[in-house]
């Protein structure tokens, strides 16, 4: 089965750098797709709150025999629950849905910068932490400037910022803050939906390595170090995204594929993004 290296988070958690998310799973589906991808050699999941299928994760996890420390477990706030007691209480309803005791990443979904709430919401997120029901807090979506607000106003630096990343939308800049501030990068819509496949730089190496270009575009993103969870409902291509530890991309074709930026954006921009859920 395929080897997941870790990544090491700046509190000392380890994360498998690779994982599977459910966004868009149905809820009645979820169970049964998450225990193909454990088949699959899977031990890392991203949910939320907003997607719905919670339950779907949690119950797989008991089916499976794994033990709670063998599986990588995150969720995400949902827009309608900023604010310092609404985020205590959603996250204990999260783990009653899931039925566990812990998670092992809590993340904030959106800043909503117009709503402003997310400092408080953050200091929440310190307390959930402290009190053991996060082993790891981090954010999405978050922009320099809300990260910035957070170090000036909060004491904990966000283990993660999960952020749209593909080689559409490479996010140079973000990416370099992150290094800068001890902040590991999650990508989200790392194959931008499947959008990005027919581009013939992709095409062209998926040719040259013997690969799909899915997984040449996987295989990009673990070499510059980011944290990946694709989205799948077929058990062949879950085995297909996670079959990239096997082979490595020369420094020319890592360059051309960050060279196909045109930022261009699958999901909404988090400075205007004011949805509540
Ligand atoms: N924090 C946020 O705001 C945020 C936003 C969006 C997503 N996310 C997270 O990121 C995860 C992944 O993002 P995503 O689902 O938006 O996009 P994605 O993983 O880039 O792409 C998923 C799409 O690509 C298709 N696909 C998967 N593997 C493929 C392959 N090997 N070849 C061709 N097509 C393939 C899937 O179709 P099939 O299912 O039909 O295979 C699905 O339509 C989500 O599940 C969620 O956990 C977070």
Do not use: C
Request: aromatic content about 8%; cysteine-free.
């Amino acid at each position: 089965m395929t080897e997941v290296p870790n990544i090491t988070l700046n509190n000392g958690v380890e994360i498998p750098q690779f994982g599977y998310g459910v966004f868009q799973v149905p809820p009645e589906r979820t169970s049964a797709a998450v225990l193909e991808a454990f088949a699959a050699g899977y031990r890392h999941i991203d949910t939320a709150q907003m997607y719905r299928n919670e339950e779907g994760v949690g119950r797989a996890l008991a089916e499976s025999g794994l033990a709670r420390d063998e599986v990588f477990v995150t969720t995400k706030l949902n827009n309608g629950a900023h604010g310092y007691q609404r985020a205590i209480a959603a996250l204990d309803q999260s783990l009653g849905t899931m039925r566990l005791d812990y998670v092992d990443l809590f993340l904030i979904h959106w800043p909503l910068p117009r709503q402003d709430r997310y400092v408080e919401t953050w200091k929440a997120f310190e307390k959930l932490l402290a009190d053991g029901k996060a082993r790891a807090i981090g954010v999405s979506n978050f922009q320099p400037a809300h990260l910035e607000r957070l170090a000036m106003a909060t004491e904990v630096v966000p283990a993660v910022n999960q952020i749209e990343l593909h080689p559409r939308l490479t996010q140079h800049e973000l990416r370099k803050y992150h290094a800068k501030h001890g902040i590991a990068t999650e990508a989200w819509s790392p194959i931008a939906k499947g959008r990005v496949l027919e581009h013939p730089t992709l095409q062209g190496l998926a040719d040259k390595y013997g690969k799909t270009a899915a997984q040449v575009v996987l295989r990009w993103h673990i070499q510059i170090g980011n944290i990946v969870f694709p989205k799948t409902s077929s058990p062949e291509r879950m085995r297909e995204n996670i079959d990239v530890f096997d082979f490595e991309l020369d420094p020319d074709d890592v360059a051309a594929i960050e060279a196909l930026d045109d930022r261009h954006r699958t999901g909404p921009d988090p400075d205007t993004f004011d949805m509540t859920g």
